[in-house]
């Protein structure tokens, strides 16, 4: 059977703000603002099937969807979208955490946004090069590389106003697993959990739903 995905368009935390473009800081120190609020648009599973949980940010003039990947039909992406009163060509950005089908195979459904990933940013026919490491995408949204499930992971950190919320593939799902079967680098990918773990108050995983870390978090 076929996991059941959860209801759409969930919220979690809703502030408001005025307009700032994101740019490249020199410090990942800096904290985040804490004006975001974070929405789940789809939440993914593994099994039979494969789909990518889906998070959609609001901040500033910023609308960001992060990892728009396999889904059943568009719609599961789109139709959550439209409930907060957003077009695909309204977003903004898209981040994806890494380069695997799963997590980008539906970038191509927002047709004005920049597409971060580990190393640049492109829209159009602009490819412009930069570190994930401490870019800024707003106030509240920042990234950071987390390498382990392949070379190239990064993790967006969104500051919404009861703490920090973590969008990564260091786990699947709340339960990890433990181990990550298709790790390039198991040691990277403990070394990141151990960072996002003290950080995040909420995280969003691959193929799963939102949890709050605790004690039997695997790390």
Partial sequence: MDPVPSSPARAWNSTSGSSLVGELRDSTNEPLAGTASVHLLFAGYTGERTASTVGF????????????????????????????????????????????????????????????????????????????EGFRLSPSVLLIETPGHTPQDITTLVGVQDGTVAFT???????????????????????????????????????????????STPR
């Fill in 169 to 215: 593939h260091l786990w699947w799902t709340a339960e990890g697993p433990s181990e990550d079967p298709y790790a390039t680098d198991p040691a990277s990918l403990h070394a990141g959990r151990d960072r996002v773990l003290g950080i995040a108050t909420l995280i969003v995983p691959g193929h799963g739903a939102p949890f709050q870390p605790n004690a």
């Fill in 57 to 132: 940010v609001l901040d500033k003039d910023r609308r960001i969807v992060i990892d728009p990947g396999m889904v059943p039909e568009t719609r599961a992406i789109i139709d959550p979208l439209a409930e907060l009163g957003f077009s695909p060509g309204d977003v903004t950005d898209v981040v994806l955490s890494h380069h695997h089908p799963d997590h980008t195979i539906n970038a191509g459904l927002f047709p004005n946004a920049r597409v971060h990933d580990h190393w640049a940013y492109y829209r159009g026919d602009l490819w412009v090069d930069r570190p994930a």
